[in-house]
């Protein structure tokens, strides 16, 4: 047994809390393992929940993100999290650690880019908690969604030979933040703001989310947060299966490529492995992905990307010119970098 946390890893930690101590959940329930757990909820729906916390000096930083952006991140993450499982938000909590030295004017930004999110979405606040912190301000968010039952998507239903699509290209927000920690990269303004507004303000995938998932199109599903290739593993993990992934087929945009060039970076190191897309990641069989990419063009008038395809020998390998081979960097993880 490791005995400090940076050895356990984020994934580690969970596994404590998952494996053992708790009485099992009721059958048709689903916990610890994906985007949200899932409920039983009144006939013909499940319920949805979801959790996220930021925390001062790890997720954001008093004189960084300006806390209007915060407030609408901190709820539009845990928006990407029930788009992934198909469902529509119902209604949110709040819990609040703030020191005594928070300017009443940073809550009050935080508040209304929560409201402005919370509107756009049409999502009440019906709780939460406040309490003092000591030093750093830590902010949880909670939400509940629903889901038509039976039509919830897990990131464990993937099948060797589905098809892997994308939702949309990933890497600008990684380049956002790229951006945010050396300024000295050299864009014109309106690319620099365009990959800013990428980290700071990303689009759930929510209409695309409940698509694949009244269609019965995807087998399984997850947002990207930590990474294509780190989520792309989780959905592995819990398949038991693996994937190929051919790098040719990975979307890079024009503004993503004009970053990688600036930052002499190479544009696929944030398409694979940069965090916080919140793009939707899916797999679906192979004989139904064209009646995908064609809903989602016709229905919400956008291009899914498919990027490779589930195997049946565990783990991810990356193809260019026909030759495969491992990753060598698979994303972020909290304690563990
Ligand atoms: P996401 O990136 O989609 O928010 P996470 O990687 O944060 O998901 O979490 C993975 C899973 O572990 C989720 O099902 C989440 O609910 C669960 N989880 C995370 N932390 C804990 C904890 N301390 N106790 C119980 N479950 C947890
Ligand atoms: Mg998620």
């Known amino acids: 047994m490791v005995d400090n946390l940076e050895e356990l890893g984020e994934f580690g930690i969970i596994d404590l809390f ?3 101590g708790f009485p099992p959940p009721e059958d048709a329930w689903a916990g610890i393992g994906d985007d949200c757990a899932v409920l039983e909820g009144p006939p013909g729906e499940r319920i949805l929940v979801t959790t996220d916390m930021l925390l001062e ?24 999290d029930l788009a992934a499982m198909g469902g529509r938000p119902w209604a949110a909590f709040l819990a609040l650690g703030l020191p005594r030295d928070l300017p009443v004017s940073y809550l009050e930004d935080f508040r209304k880019g929560l409201a402005d999110c919370a509107a756009r979405y049409g999502i009440p ?3 939460g908690d406040t309490t003092a912190a000591r030093k750093d301000a830590a902010l949880c968010l909670t939400l509940l969604g629903r889901v038509p039952a039976g039509r ?22 990684a380049a956002g933040l790229a951006l945010v920690l050396d300024p000295s990269i050299d864009l014109p303004d309106p690319d620099r703001e365009a990959l800013l507004l990428a980290h700071n303000k990303p689009e759930p995938q929510l209409d695309l989310g409940a698509l694949l998932s009244l269609g019965g199109l995807a087998t399984a599903m997850i947002d990207i947060s ?6 792309l593993g989780h959905i592995c993990e819990e398949s038991q299966a693996g994937a190929r992934v051919e790098l040719e087929k990975v979307p890079v945009t024009p503004l993503l490529a004009r970053f990688a060039a600036a930052a002499k970076k190479d544009p696929l ?12 990641l899916f797999c679906v069989p192979p004989q139904r992905e064209e009646e995908a990419l064609e809903a989602a063009r016709r229905d919400l008038g956008i291009r899914l990307h498919p990027i490779g395809t589930v195997t049946d020998d565990p783990g991810i390998l990356l193809g260019r010119n026909g030759e495969w081979r491992k990753p060598d960097r698979t994303g972020y993880t909290h304690f563990r970098t």
Do not use: C, M, Q
């Open 18 to 20: 998952r494996k053992s």
């Open 152 to 173: 919830e998507v897990y990131r464990s239903g993937a099948d060797p030979g589905d098809r892997i699509l994308l939702g949309r290209p990933t890497g600008e927000s």
């Open 226 to 231: 930590d990474g294509l290739l780190r989520d």
């Open 269 to 280: 190191d944030p398409a694979l492995a940069g965090g916080e897309d919140y793009a939707l």
């Open 125 to 127: 606040l019906l709780g």
């Open 57 to 80: 000096g790890v997720h954001f930083l008093r004189g960084g993100t300006g806390p209007y952006l915060l407030g609408w991140k901190s709820l539009a993450v845990n928006l990407s």
